[in-house]
């Protein structure tokens, strides 16, 4: 089976990698998302069973203030593979990862058929993105919320915002194991508690400091975001 995977760079790349070795990886200048043609070419030239976009800007201050390249990005980027996929006529599946952003954090555990409302623009750019995917008939959209399993990148980590957070490494075994089952549709990837960012953030870095919002200045943020789910199972944090 060949699979696609956007984003091979990037923190869940890095582990779909380690996890489908024989996966096709495109660096950035290889496949570009945002040349159109580049993306085209590319399965003119490559018949793909499945594709796994996690391609995105996802800096959210970033996002914010660089509207233009996030949008050509996050959305136009991933419609172009839509666009591909349709001109290709092969049965391509689009598993697109997703964020818990897209809803609004105002109550947290949040199920596949709750409504989205996201709080930023990398968020909106997000939400717009899955509209695109759902343009292909073989589509699986895929929320999660997790972070890389490294000492944490900040001095101190939020005490008031909440999720059922994941490790990448976690994330990566959860869409092997959903492709194996063949869903499709919306399916939310989640751990099995939720739990603070502090919280977080301690398990790699047992001497960050606290902080709570008041503390931030930027663009507004998701303060809940946990996710629920009425059609997968929950994975545990990998703590070692
Ligand atoms: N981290 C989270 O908390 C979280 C939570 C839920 C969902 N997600 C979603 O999960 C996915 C992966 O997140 P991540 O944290 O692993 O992202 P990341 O570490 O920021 O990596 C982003 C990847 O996208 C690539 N990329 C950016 N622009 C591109 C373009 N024009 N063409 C091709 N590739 C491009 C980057 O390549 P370069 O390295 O070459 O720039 C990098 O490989 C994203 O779609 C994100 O929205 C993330």
Same mark, same amino acid.
């Given at each position: 089976m060949n699979i696609l995977l956007t984003g091979g760079s990037g +923190?869940?790349?890095? /582990?779909?990698?380690?996890? =489908?070795? +024989?996966c096709i990886a495109p660096t950035k200048q290889e496949l570009d998302i945002t040349n159109?043609?580049? $993306?085209?070419?590319?399965f003119k030239n490559n018949s793909i069973d499945v594709v796994i976009h996690t391609a995105a800007i996802t800096k959210i201050r970033f996002c914010e203030e660089n509207q233009r390249i996030t949008w050509d990005t996050n959305v136009q980027g991933t419609r172009n593979i839509v666009?591909?996929?349709?001109?290709?006529?092969?049965?391509?599946?689009? $598993?697109?990862i997703s !964020?818990?952003?897209v809803f609004d954090g105002h109550r947290g555990m949040y199920k596949e058929s709750d409504v989205p409302y996201p709080e930023n623009?990398?968020?909106? !750019?997000? =939400? $717009?993105?899955?509209? /695109?995917v759902t343009k292909v008939s073989n589509h699986l959209i895929i929320r999660t919320n997790f972070v %890389?399993?490294?000492?944490?990148?900040?001095?101190?980590a939020? !005490?008031?915002?909440?999720?059922?957070?994941?490790?990448?490494?976690? $994330? %990566?075994?959860?869409?092997?194991?959903i492709l194996d089952e063949d869903l499709n549709e919306i399916v939310h990837l989640v751990g099995d508690k939720k739990i603070s960012m502090f919280e977080l953030a301690q398990i790699t870095s047992p001497d960050i400091k606290p902080m709570t919002i008041n503390?931030?200045?930027?663009?507004? =943020? !998701?303060?809940?975001m946990s996710l629920d789910t009425e059609k997968w199972k929950k994975y545990s944090l990998t703590r070692n």
């Open positions: +923190n869940l790349g890095t /582990e779909l990698k380690k996890i =489908l070795p +024989n159109r043609n580049q $993306v085209f070419d590319f666009d591909a996929i349709k001109k290709s006529e092969d049965n391509t599946k689009f $598993v697109y !964020t818990a952003c623009f990398y968020a909106l !750019t997000k =939400l $717009v993105a899955e509209s /695109e %890389a399993k490294k000492p944490w990148p900040y001095p101190a939020f !005490t008031d915002r909440f999720g059922t957070y994941l490790f990448a490494e976690n $994330v %990566a075994k959860g869409i092997k194991d503390d931030y200045q930027g663009p507004p =943020l !998701t303060m809940d």
